[in-house]
């Protein structure tokens, strides 16, 4: 069938090192931003969340960083391994009304062994 | 660990047949969701329901249908497959805030 929108950015890290992937959100009224893992052939997996009135959270070797005023979000993994490849995307939760999760671009992370 | 399951995971079927995809989740969720992705892509939502009876179309058009009769049942209808329709189909649900996804159904329409 015909592919509809962007192919995802790839980033590439070393096995051992820390990766950092990053997202843009577009609405200032969103409250609750989420995390998702999708490895290949499968579901997107919750990984880590973070409310608004928060600017960090970390969990087991990752952790969110949010940046209200750039509207930024980012989700950072120590010591990447190879189980962590896998593409992560972003949603945005808007709250007021009938509450829409928006998700973001995704991004896929190649970890080189 | 969620429990929401999709049947079934593949499907290879010929042009103009009629398929249902099916999606049931045990947590007792109100909101559900189809979404459509392609190989590499992004995620685009094309149906979600918010309770029993309730059904509304997502951002990206879609010629597939819903319906909502139980909280635990939320499956997907193609009433003429096209080629065009080849894609993964994933189903969500959640309670307040964070959706929950089944494994996919990969569609491939000859």
């Known amino acids: 069938g015909e592919s509809v929108g962007l192919h995802l950015p790839t980033l590439s890290v070393q096995e051992g090192d820390n990766s950092i992937i990053n997202c843009a959100y577009s609405?200032?009224?969103?409250?609750?931003f989420i995390w998702y893992k999708q490895e290949s052939g499968k579901g997107p997996q919750f990984i880590i969340d973070?409310?608004?009135?928060?600017d960090k959270r970390q969990g087991q070797r990752v952790t969110v960083l949010l940046n209200k005023t750039v509207k930024h979000l980012s989700l950072q993994i120590a010591a990447t391994q190879p189980g962590d490849s896998a593409v992560y995307f972003c949603a945005e939760n808007i709250a007021g009304g009938y509450q829409k999760v928006t998700f973001g671009t995704g991004t896929k992370l190649q970890v080189i062994p | 660990e969620a429990d929401i399951y999709q049947t079934p995971r593949y499907l290879v079927i010929g042009t103009g047949k009629k398929i249902t995809l099916e999606c049931s989740q045990t947590?007792?969720?109100?909101?559900m969701y189809w979404y459509q992705q392609d190989p590499g892509m992004e995620l685009h939502l094309i149906h979600y329901s918010y309770g029993v009876n309730s059904t509304e179309k997502g951002d990206l058009s879609s010629e597939s249908t819903v319906s909502r009769i139980r909280t635990e049942h939320f499956p997907l209808t193609l009433e003429s497959a096209r080629p065009s329709h080849t894609s993964q189909y994933l189903c969500?649900?959640?309670?307040?805030?964070?959706?929950?996804f089944g494994p996919g159904t990969r569609l491939l329409v000859l």
């Open positions: 973070i409310r608004s009135n928060m």
């Open positions: 609405n200032s009224a969103s409250d609750y």
């Open positions: 947590m007792g969720h109100d909101k």
């Open positions: 969500a649900s959640s309670g307040i805030e964070t959706q929950y």
